[in-house]
């Protein structure tokens, strides 16, 4: 009867009683006997001594392997009206203490069970064991779920393995301190990389703020190893132990584990807000190599002279001959070789240009439904349980057997990044190779269309691919060019490269000053213009609503530049091309001072992907890793966690697809109404 009461004791009612008439036959009962309350000779609770007793003489072995590790737990069952029904034996896993609602409404009979330990060496020597009742109501006051020990009455069994994790903590803070100092070295270097390539002479506050960035990145990156590394061992030693010489950590323990999780990701999104930021701002420009076929006679007389003021922008560069006529080249002449050049083979490149900048090596619905097959449908999930079980069936999980937050992140981030290195590796060795290569085809396209790409990061380093036709032009039809695709598949004309007989089309470029000066004085019309090109971007970066004169004129003047640069044709600005030293290469950062020559480097033929998210996959993948075990830890859920995942992955892609082209539109001068 006490029992239904849930153990409340009221003056008058059965468990009032039984206090009493325990306190009277105390003396009298078994020293093992199994009491609803555990109270002394007085009838007083002294429940921090009855949890520390150490009367049980059972000694416990370390090996799984062996009997002696094990809790031998029996259970005298009874029904409603006191009867004995028989002693049963606990046996792993079979104790289902979560019961639903429904199961108990159904349920027809109650049965009452007394916990028992058995000892190791006499089976027949049993020994109580007290369990607790949450809910227990003492003078209006749940007393067994407050945290002071002396209050709590005993009806509880629990047992918990608790290991002191000071040493790993202290293991953990040592190689966070070692990697961190290496990540502090490597943030030097690279903000002195980024120093020298904006041709700066002086640290400034724009200086610190990219040192930042980059310790931000690298700090996340050295946390992330270091927890996952750390969570890794936790799980394969605890979970493939015989002899028990490890334990999980606790959930308090695991605090710290949550907080450079948190710290990391924050971090690295710091980072992949920088790296958005610096692709949607890059200078990008189309040159076009196609030369009019038409006489300038014939058009100037259908043609306006409306470009007089891009002569006067243009003055006072050194330059040779050819670069003096450019400089000087009247409306007549520039209207006329515009009127002879289709803009289409422009327009195409750019819009493949806005295709690849968000491709990305993984797909993220690849990434999806891998995870997700792999935790939830294959069940691996279950072996994230605080238990020694590395698979443990759907039918034997219990909610009273907790999820440990460290399994769950090991087995989260082994998972995510298995899938996507194997995407990667698929991608690298298999379709790249024998489907298709989208960066490799944009370079092709680029050849073929007769047009070049010039890009700048900062203000002195860049990149650039080599699209001049070997035939010197693009603009024919169907049957010439077949003609010219099959005297390039019999090597029947010149190679594609920038150098004479050479297939090496795509360079780092590390610039002299004067290129990029000259680069914004010939963009002084736009500028100043009161329709410019921040304009541009707030008529939706239409040309159809600024003054396309000037646009055009000012394309004009920077394709003839840019072009006549890499024809060498300007007598202070020139460049040679050469190949990185192997420091240059490793530490990504250039030897060699600029002056008035600058340095084309050779490279793999993908450098250039660094401004297009597929050359930024290690730090997407890692932020997205990030981004599902924070939210995992927060509602230990893989499949909220994988989706939610996903729709940021989306929307940061389409966001760089959105930013993107309004660069496009902004920096390489091309109509929005032709972006597909």
């Not at 690295?268 to 930021?277: N, T």
């Not at 450019?326 to 422009?346: Q, Y």
């Not at 891998?370 to 999980?397: C, H, Q, R, W, Y």
């Not at 070997?470 to 019999?490: I, P, Q, S, Y």
Request: glycine letters at 4%; aromatic letters at 12%.
């Amino acid at each position: 009867m006490c029992t239904l009461l849930l153990y409340k004791i009221v003056e008058t009612n059965a468990c009032a009683e039984f206090r009493r008439i325990a306190k009277k036959y105390l003396l009298e009962c078994p020293r093992k006997q199994l009491w609803l309350y555990y109270i002394d000779e007085e009838g007083e609770w002294h429940t921090e001594k009855d949890l520390y007793r150490d009367n049980v003489p059972n000694i416990f072995s370390p090996s799984l392997t062996q009997e002696s590790s094990k809790l031998h737990i029996f259970a005298m069952k009874y029904a409603l009206n006191g009867t004995f029904l028989g002693l049963i034996k606990i046996k792993s896993d079979d104790l289902h203490c979560t019961r639903s609602l429904q199961y108990l409404w159904k349920s027809s009979e109650l049965f009452y069970y007394d916990l028992y330990l058995a000892n190791n060496q006499n089976k027949s020597e049993l020994y109580p064991i007290p369990v607790i009742i949450r809910n227990i109501v003492l003078n209006g006051e749940f007393v067994n779920m407050g945290k002071d020990m002396s209050k709590w009455r005993l009806m509880k069994f629990s047992v918990s393995y608790e290991l002191n994790q000071e040493s790993t903590k202290k293991s953990v803070k040592i190689a966070v301190s070692v990697l961190s100092t290496m990540a502090f070295a490597w943030s030097i270097l690279q903000t002195y990389s980024w120093f020298r390539r904006s041709g700066k002479h002086a640290v400034d506050l724009v200086t610190l703020g990219k040192f930042l960035v980059f310790m931000s990145g690298n700090l996340s990156t050295v946390f992330f190893i270091v927890m996952f590394c750390t969570c890794l061992y936790w799980f394969s030693f605890f979970k493939r132990q015989d002899v028990i010489y490890t334990v999980l950590p606790t959930q308090v323990q695991e605090d710290f584990l949550s907080v450079y999780i948190g710290i990391a990701f924050a971090l690295k999104a710091v980072h992949l807000i920088h790296i958005l930021f610096v692709q949607c701002s890059i200078d990008i420009f189309y040159i076009d190599w196609e030369r009019p076929r038409v006489r300038a006679s014939s058009v100037s007389a259908r043609v306006a002279t409306t470009s007089k003021n891009v002569a006067e922008t243009s003055t006072g560069a050194d330059t040779k001959k050819s670069s003096g006529n450019l400089l000087k080249a009247t409306p007549d002449k520039i209207n006329a070789e515009m009127a002879g050049v289709s803009i289409w083979r422009t327009y195409y490149a750019a819009n493949e240009w806005a295709e690849i900048q968000s491709k990305r090596k993984t797909s993220l619905c690849i990434q999806l439904f891998g995870v997700l097959f792999i935790l939830n449908v294959l069940g691996f999930e279950s072996s994230t349980l605080s238990a020694l079980k590395l698979n443990v069936p759907p039918e034997d999980v219990h909610k009273y057997v907790p999820y440990s937050t460290c399994c769950r992140f090991a087995l989260g981030v082994l998972v995510y990044l298995s899938v996507a290195i194997l995407q990667v590796v698929v991608r690298k060795g298999l379709y790249e190779r024998f489907v298709e290569d989208k960066l490799q085809q944009y370079v092709d396209l680029c050849s073929v269309s007769n047009v070049s790409v010039f890009i700048l990061i900062t203000k002195r380093f860049g990149y650039y691919i080599h699209g001049r036709s070997t035939h010197g032009k693009a603009d024919v039809n169907m049957k010439e060019m077949h003609e010219f695709l099959r005297k390039e598949e019999e090597d029947l004309c010149g190679h594609r490269g920038l150098l004479p007989d050479t297939d090496q089309q795509t360079f780092q470029i590390l610039l002299p000053p004067g290129v990029h000066d000259q680069f914004l004085r010939l963009l002084v019309p736009l500028t100043s213009y009161t329709q410019a090109a921040d304009r541009m971007q707030g008529v939706g970066g239409r040309l159809a609503k600024v003054d396309i004169d000037r646009v055009a004129n000012t394309h004009y003047m920077l394709n003839k530049f840019l072009s006549g640069f890499i024809d060498h044709s300007f007598k202070d600005l020139d460049y040679i091309v050469k190949d990185r030293v192997m420091l240059e290469y490793l530490l990504d950062i250039e030897c060699y001072e600029v002056a008035d020559r600058g340095y084309f480097y050779n490279d793999d033929g993908r450098s250039f992907s660094s401004v297009l998210f597929y050359g930024n996959e290690s730090i997407l993948l890692l932020f997205d890793v990030l981004l599902f075990s924070v939210i995992d830890i927060a509602s230990s859920d893989y499949v909220l966690s994988m989706i939610l995942t996903f729709v940021t992955a989306k929307a940061i892609q389409g966001l760089r697809r959105s930013a993107g082209r309004r660069n496009l539109v902004r920096k390489a001068l091309v109509d929005e109404r032709f972006l597909t």
